[in-house]
């Protein structure tokens, strides 16, 4: 089983001026996380519009990242029904993805004996390395500790969560129950340092679009326990996250941001809009306080 340790980014999804994937900015994007020293990719997360994609552009574009990318790569493959989540992670592990990454259902909000039969059967039915990605933000369903323990316990290719509930708590409940047999993952960037200090094993943030370099230098920085060094990181790296994630549409913001880094990864797609005059000037400021741009 692949370790999933480090600064993995759950990448946007770059479109056209007529909302289709631009392809041509996808293949550079992979190679700027990778020159930023990132441990992975995290292709259709949340970040990278995935609801928005038809099944064949989900594919198309593992099938690009794939090709560009010789870091790891984790691809979201959650979908509404048990069959068709099957389906998808079973043509991306044929494309090549080294895990797939599953948030619950999102539509109609499964209980707790619907969302273990869901990952079970996943499992069951795909010999692939599988994270789960508790995001209770989009999908209103934070799983049961207890269910995320039975599963890992049933299942040797659940290798790891993303827990992105900004809950401190549950992190450090997650890996005192299951830290030692799976990947904890911070999924949001204002408990990296925190997190890691419990023993999480890395984070996939949606900061790590807009600050690649800050995020790794956050990692690296408790790696060599300068403490202080990491603290003063965390907080630069929660300023950032509090604006373009926690205030405004984040895959509007996370666009826009990047864009004023120099990166021309067009606009969401309908019904996500660019964000107005204020707002850009919002993430502006924040953008030059930290001395990105």
Same mark, same amino acid.
Request: hydrophobic share 45%; with cysteine.
């Given at each position: 089983?692949?370790?999933?340790?480090?600064?993995?980014?759950p990448?946007?999804?770059?479109?056209?001026?007529?909302?289709?994937?631009?392809?041509?900015i996808?293949?550079?994007?992979?190679?700027?996380f990778?020159?930023?020293?990132l441990?992975?990719?995290v292709?259709?997360?949340?970040?990278g519009e995935?609801?928005?994609?038809?099944?064949?552009?989900?594919?198309?574009v593992?099938?690009?990242?794939r090709e #560009?990318?010789?870091?790891?790569?984790?691809?979201?493959?959650?979908?509404?029904s048990?069959?068709?989540?099957?389906?998808?992670?079973?043509?991306?592990w044929?494309?090549?993805?080294?895990?797939?990454?599953?948030?619950?259902?999102?539509?109609?909000k499964?209980?707790?004996?619907?969302?273990?039969?869901?990952?079970?059967?996943?499992?069951?039915?795909?010999?692939?390395?599988?994270?789960?990605y508790?995001?209770?933000k989009?999908?209103?369903?934070?799983?049961?500790l207890?269910?995320?323990?039975?599963?890992?316990? #049933?299942?040797?290719?659940?290798?790891?969560?993303?827990d992105?509930?900004?809950?401190?708590?549950?992190?450090?409940?997650?890996?005192?129950r299951?830290?030692?047999?799976?990947?904890?993952?911070?999924g949001?960037?204002?408990?990296m340092?925190?997190?890691?200090?419990?023993?999480?094993?890395?984070?996939?943030?949606a900061?790590?679009?807009v600050?690649?370099?800050?995020?790794?230098?956050?990692?690296?920085?408790?790696?060599?326990?300068?403490?202080?060094?990491?603290?003063?990181?965390?907080?630069?790296?929660n300023?950032?996250?509090?604006?373009i994630?926690k205030?405004?549409?984040?895959?509007s913001?996370?666009?826009?941001?990047?864009?004023?880094?120099?990166?021309?990864?067009g606009?969401?797609?309908?019904?996500?809009?660019?964000?107005?005059?204020?707002?850009?000037?919002?993430?502006?400021?924040?953008l030059?306080?930290?001395?990105?741009?």
């Amino acid at each position: 089983m692949p370790m999933f340790e480090g600064i993995f980014v759950p990448h946007i999804t770059p479109f056209d001026d007529r909302e289709e994937i631009n392809e041509e900015i996808l293949r550079e994007l992979v190679h700027y996380f990778a020159d930023a020293k990132l441990n992975g990719l995290v292709t259709l997360g949340s970040n990278g519009e995935f609801p928005y994609l038809s099944f064949e552009e989900k594919l198309r574009v593992l099938k690009i990242v794939r090709e #560009e990318s010789l870091l790891p790569v984790i691809a979201g493959v959650a979908e509404n029904s048990t069959r068709e989540t099957i389906q998808l992670a079973k043509e991306a592990w044929d494309i090549g993805v080294d895990a797939v990454l599953i948030a619950p259902p999102y539509y109609f909000k499964p209980n707790k004996r619907e969302l273990l039969a869901h990952y079970s059967r996943i499992a069951y039915e795909v010999d692939i390395p599988i994270l789960l990605y508790n995001v209770p933000k989009f999908t209103a369903v934070n799983i049961d500790l207890d269910t995320i323990e039975e599963l890992v316990e #049933e299942h040797s290719n659940i290798v790891g969560i993303k827990d992105s509930s900004g809950s401190i708590g549950r992190i450090a409940e997650l890996i005192r129950r299951v830290g030692d047999k799976i990947n904890i993952l911070a999924g949001t960037a204002d408990v990296m340092y925190p997190s890691w200090l419990l023993g999480a094993h890395g984070a996939v943030v949606a900061v790590a679009n807009v600050a690649p370099r800050l995020c790794v230098e956050l990692y690296n920085a408790f790696l060599e326990k300068k403490y202080e060094r990491a603290r003063k990181l965390q907080l630069m790296v929660n300023y950032l996250n509090e604006v373009i994630v926690k205030k405004y549409n984040q895959i509007s913001a996370i666009k826009d941001a990047m864009r004023m880094c120099g990166l021309e990864v067009g606009y969401p797609r309908m019904p996500a809009l660019p964000l107005d005059e204020e707002a850009l000037e919002d993430i502006e400021q924040v953008l030059l306080d930290i001395g990105l741009i």
